[in-house]
């Protein structure tokens, strides 16, 4: 059975930074990308961008090039996402998510409030 | 990046009630195409991949279909655990992108 389970919330500070872990189970873990998918309130999804999970490549989203790095430790099957110079538009519900191709398992989210 | 525009943004339908929802791309993403429903304070489930493959469990009243940068959702007979937000989502070219969602609500 497939789980991916994430840190708890963490409350930040504008220009702090924030790490989120992702451990995964069920299934070989450098098989599946991992994805990154935030969630503002009440907004839609966004991605944040993928790390290659066999090989450590990583792709992020222009938006958020300079401030994301995605790392992944196999010998944990653990996926980290950390997200640096935080501002307040950055609070949301924080997602990684397996899958090469569509997402097809989802962690159970992190809230991230980013505020002074 | 492929902007994927999805319509309507909300919806009030009736249980029992045929429920349709549309997905355009910007550029032709060759049936990469997911469907998921998001209940609130959950995270996302998908339903469809591949445009029309219907995911392992879900409930064969969930179809999709299309081709090209048109693709469509449909719920034939809508129960009430169904009332929740839909995303599609294009994995044809990264960055992956979304579309804004389409919460369907109880009429």
């Known amino acids: 059975q497939v789980h991916l389970v994430q840190s708890g919330a963490e409350v930040k500070k504008p220009g702090a930074s924030v790490t989120v872990s992702c451990k995964a189970s069920?299934?070989?873990?450098?098989?599946?990308?991992i994805h990154w998918v935030r969630q503002a309130p009440g907004q839609g999804l966004e991605w944040l961008g993928q790390?290659?999970?066999?090989?450590?490549?990583?792709k992020y989203a222009q938006k958020f090039q300079g401030r994301v790095t995605m790392t992944r430790d196999t010998s944990t099957s653990t996926a980290y996402m950390e997200l640096s110079r935080l501002r307040s538009d950055d609070t949301a519900v924080y997602y990684c998510?397996?899958?090469?191709?569509?997402?097809?398992?989802w962690g159970q989210g992190t809230l991230v409030p980013v505020s002074s | 990046d492929i902007q994927m525009t999805q319509s309507p943004s909300s919806l009030s339908a009736s249980v029992r009630e045929r429920v349709t929802i549309t997905c355009r791309a910007s550029q032709v993403i060759s049936s990469s195409l997911a469907w998921y429903q998001q209940k609130p304070g959950k995270a996302p489930e998908l339903l469809v991949y591949a445009a029309s493959i219907l995911e392992s469990g879900v409930p064969p009243r969930f179809s999709g279909s299309g081709s090209g940068t048109d693709y469509t959702l449909t719920i034939d007979s809508l129960q009430p655990e169904d009332f929740a937000t839909y995303y599609c989502?294009?994995?044809?070219?990264?960055?992956?992108?979304f579309g804004q969602g389409t919460k369907v609500e109880f009429k």
């Open positions: 989502q294009q994995y044809y070219s990264t960055p992956l992108t």
């Open positions: 790390i290659n999970t066999d090989t450590g490549g990583t």
């Open positions: 069920g299934y070989t873990f450098s098989v599946f990308y």
């Open positions: 998510a397996r899958g090469t191709g569509a997402i097809d398992y």
